[in-house]
């Protein structure tokens, strides 16, 4: 029998993609890298951008193809975004009776107590600031991953 740490992340049957809306390249890169390092199996996906979130979510644009862009079950969301913000993409997403129960975890470096208090009034399910170091960032995931990809029961693959 595998010790606990040596357990993949994920035992799931189902495949849950998560969705990583973030703008710095390095910020995506580090991500990638502790997501390998966390031992996760399930798929991870970038997006740059509030604007192109939205287009993953709506399979508009280049994503208009279903099969390029699956629904994801959770969301990773930067707030300082270009072209569309992570408040403002958070704001769309719980408006949208399709997209509201996708669990969007604030991963940002904002310590600022007015946008952890907005977060939450937008509907974010949690929010997180972005660890300084690498390995922090391999716990934090871990823990994210254990908590919502093992834990939690999120439904049905598509509402």
């Given amino acids: 029998m595998k010790r606990e740490e040596e357990r993949p992340m994920s035992l799931n049957k189902q495949s849950l993609t998560v969705l990583v809306a973030d703008d710095d390249e390095d910020d995506r ?29 709506n399979h508009t644009g280049q994503y208009s193809e279903a099969a390029s862009a699956p629904r994801p079950g959770v969301i990773l969301l930067d707030l300082n975004m270009p072209k569309k913000d992570g408040r403002e993409a958070l704001r769309e997403i719980k408006a949208n009776p399709e997209l509201r129960q996708i669990p969007v975890i604030v991963l940002t470096t904002s310590q600022a107590d007015e946008d952890i208090c907005r977060s939450y009034d937008l509907g974010a399910n949690s929010y997180i600031k972005k660890p300084a170091s690498f390995m922090s960032l391999i716990e934090v995931l871990q823990v994210l991953g254990r908590y919502w990809i093992e834990i939690v029961d999120l439904g049905p693959a598509e509402a």
Avoid: C, P, Q, T
């Avoid at 991500?31 to 390092?37: C, D, F, L, P």
């Fill in 29 to 57: 890169a580090f991500i990638r890298k502790a997501w390998a390092k966390s031992r996760a199996v399930n798929d991870l996906r970038f997006v740059e951008d509030g604007e192109e979130l939205m287009e993953y979510l």
